[in-house]
């Protein structure tokens, strides 16, 4: 189990991949990027925790992996929301997902905790989910 990362911040705190963390924070930045990294390491995040919860392999649907695309279309409070909220998964998976990597790495069964940890992040994550324009 310790082929996964639980590193979603930077060494300065902020998120990995994040405007902050790479020194950009003009408007006319690309934030795409941004987001498409962070999604990406949640999502890895995830799967990680799935796998420790012994839950079957789990495609994303159409607009899981379109999020970072769909999410730019929006501005405003739309967004920042979509940021925050990602900021916010990120750090409960980061000690979530190191506290379940230490639990199996003592050799205990990580599988009870690991299924909250999932559900809390399906439940985050389909929120965000929710601000994002349909497909059309």
Do not use: K
């Amino acid at each position: 189990m310790n082929a996964y990362s639980s590193d979603f911040f930077s060494a300065d705190g902020n998120p990995a991949g994040s405007a902050v963390s790479s020194g950009c924070i003009a408007p006319a930045c690309d934030m795409t990027g941004a987001i498409d990294q962070q999604w990406d390491a949640l999502h890895d995040a995830a799967v990680a925790v799935a796998v420790l919860a012994g839950l079957p392999p789990q495609a994303q649907s159409i607009q899981q992996r379109s999020f970072p695309m769909l999410i730019q279309d929006v501005s405003g409070w739309r967004l920042d929301l979509a940021r925050n909220g990602m900021n916010d998964i990120a750090a409960i998976m980061q000690p979530g997902l190191a506290a379940l990597l230490g639990v199996n790495a003592r050799g205990q069964e990580p599988a009870a905790a690991a299924l909250a940890l999932w559900r809390e992040f399906e439940h985050a994550r389909d929120g965000l989910l929710e601000l994002a324009p349909e497909l059309g």
